[in-house]
């Protein structure tokens, strides 16, 4: 069974920048593409970017491509989110997610498992 627990989130101003961090364990970490979610009350849970298992793709909504940044640090097990430029409208529970199959390119569809979430808040 994997484990995934974030970290990081917290109160930042509009235009402000925010990292989360994500420890991974129970599985190979360098075989798994990793993601980002997140999800605000009533909504379901919106695929925020991931990264693939080598590291060299990503993939990002279009609402936050330009300002997120994914990156991965296998001889840590842990993935990473860079928020830039932050809005209101980033205001969420944001979740680390593993897929349920190694080896694969880090496509929303393919992820299976989630962390806990940490609480990002975006407000003046």
């Known amino acids: 069974q994997v484990q995934l627990v974030e970290s990081g989130g917290g109160l930042v101003q509009p235009g402000g920048s925010l990292r989360l961090s994500c420890a991974a364990s129970?599985?190979?970490?360098?075989?798994?593409?990793m993601g980002w979610f997140r999800q605000t009350l009533g909504k379901e849970r919106e695929f925020v970017g991931s990264?693939?298992?080598?590291?060299?793709?990503?993939f990002y909504a279009d609402s936050v491509q330009g300002r997120f940044t994914i990156s991965r640090d296998n001889a840590k097990n842990m993935v990473y989110l860079q928020m830039n430029s932050l809005k209101p409208e980033d205001t969420a529970v944001y979740f680390c997610?593993?897929?349920?199959?190694?080896?694969?390119?880090?496509?929303?569809?393919?992820?299976?498992?989630w962390g806990q979430g940490t609480q990002v808040t975006v407000s003046s």
């Open positions: 990264i693939s298992w080598r590291g060299d793709q990503a």
């Open positions: 997610a593993a897929p349920r199959h190694p080896y694969v390119l880090g496509l929303a569809r393919e992820f299976g498992f």
């Open positions: 129970g599985r190979t970490f360098s075989r798994y593409s």
